[in-house]
C-alpha cells in the first residue's frame, strides 16, 4: 500500500531474489536481524517459539528449520549479502561466552559481521569493552526475553561505550509479539534521552506501537527501525501498520533498514522483501532499506 492508499501487488519466491536484487541495481540484500546461534540455543529458541505457538493456538512453522551448514547455504541463494549473528541472554553469565562464540563464528563466516550482546550484571562494561576492541560492529539487546530495564544503573556505562563507538545496536524493545516488563518507547526512550547519540536501530519498527518508536527516529539522529516481519501478512493480520504513517515511513528512508529474523520467520525469506516492495514507496527507497542503509550502518 502506498502512500495514496493503494495496494501494490507483489509476488516473489526465494528463487526470485537474486535477480530481483540484481535489478533494482544492488548486489544483494544486507539484513541486519538474522540470527545464528551454538546449535543447543538455537534449539531451545526454536523449542520456545513451538511452545508458544501452541500455548496461543496460533501457527508458527519456523520457515528455516536447518542446520548452521544448510542455513549459511540458503542466505547465499537469496541473495544476502551481510548479516550479523544476533544472539541474547536470558540470564547472566551467559553474554561473554555468548560473544567468544560471536566472534569465533564470524571469523569463519564470510559475510558475517561480528556480533556481540550484554545483560545487566557486575563485568558487563568490561566484556562489553572487550567484544569491541575484537572487532564486534553490531550490538543486540533483547529487552522482552532478557527482562530487564535497559536504564539499569550497570548498563549506563555499556550504553555510553557503544554510542562512543558508534557501534548499532539492534534493540528488541518493542511490545510485540507479547508486553514485557521494560518494553514500550518508554524505557528505551529515557535510555536515548541520556544517551543520544546511540545508534540504536529498534527491532520489528518497534511492533505494535510504530507511530511511537517512528517519532523516535524523527527525534534522534542516529535511530534507525529495522524491518523484522512488518509488513508481511503475518504482521498484518495481529499489528497492522498504520497507513497514514507511511509517509512518514517513506521519509525516514535513510533510518529502515532491513531485518528479517531469520530462520526463525513463519513465512518464505521473499515474503518480507515482496511486503516492503509492496508498500510501492518507490525503487530508490527500497534500494536504500535493502541493501545500502544497512551496509553504512555496518561499516561504520
Not at 10 to 36: N, S
Not at 43 to 69: H, L, M, N
Not at 84 to 104: G, I, Q, T, V
Request: charged share 20%; net charge negative; with cysteine.
Amino acid at each position: 500500500m502506498g502512500p495514496g492508499g493503494r495496494v501494490k501487488t507483489v509476488e516473489l519466491t526465494d528463487a526470485d531474489l537474486p535477480a530481483y536484487f540484481a535489478a533494482l541495481g544492488i548486489p544483494g540484500a544486507v539484513d541486519v536481524h538474522v540470527h545464528f546461534m551454538p546449535d543447543r540455543v538455537m534449539r531451545k529458541v526454536w523449542a520456545y517459539f513451538d511452545a508458544q505457538a501452541a500455548s496461543a493456538g496460533q501457527d508458527w512453522p519456523i520457515a528455516y528449520r536447518f542446520d548452521e551448514a544448510r542455513r549459511l547455504e540458503i542466505l547465499r541463494e537469496l541473495g544476502v549479502v551481510s548479516f550479523p549473528s544476533l544472539l541474547y541472554p536470558h540470564k547472566p553469565d551467559m553474554a561473554a561466552w555468548l560473544n567468544d562464540w560471536a566472534r569465533d563464528f564470524a571469523r569463519r563466516t564470510p559475510g558475517c559481521v561480528p556480533t556481540a550482546t550484554f545483560f545487566p550484571e557486575p563485568g558487563v562494561a568490561a566484556y562489553t569493552e572487550k567484544a569491541l576492541v575484537e572487532g564486534a560492529r553490531i550490538v543486540k539487546a533483547h529487552l522482552q526475553v532478557g527482562g530487564y530495564d535497559p536504564r539499569d544503573a550497570l548498563l549506563d556505562p555499556v550504553w555510553g561505550l557503544l554510542a562512543e563507538a558508534r557501534v548499532p545496536v539492534v534493540c528488541h524493545c518493542g511490545d510485540g509479539p507479547q508486553p514485557g516488563a521494560y518494553t514500550g518507547p518508554g524505557p528505551i526512550g529515557e535510555v536515548l534521552a541520556r544517551h543520544p547519540d546511540l545508534t540504536l536501530v529498534i527491532a520489528h519498527c518497534g511492533m505494535p506501537d510504530y507511530a511511537a518508536f517512528l517519532d523516535l527516529a524523527g527525534r534522534y539522529r542516529r535511530v534507525r527501525l529495522d524491518t523484522t516481519m512488518a509488513f508481511t501478512d503475518f504482521a498484518q493480520a495481529r499489528s497492522p501498520f498504520p497507513a497514514q504513517r507511511l509517509g512518514q515511513l517513506a521519509d525516514l528512508g535513510d533510518r529502515i533498514v532491513l531485518g528479517t529474523d531469520f530462520p526463525n520467520i513463519p513465512h518464505p525469506y521473499a515474503h518480507q522483501i515482496a511486503a516492503l516492495a509492496r508498500l510501492d514507496l518507490g525503487d530508490a527507497w527500497l534500494r536504500a532499506v535493502l541493501h545500502d542503509n544497512g551496509r553504512a550502518l555496518v561499516s561504520g
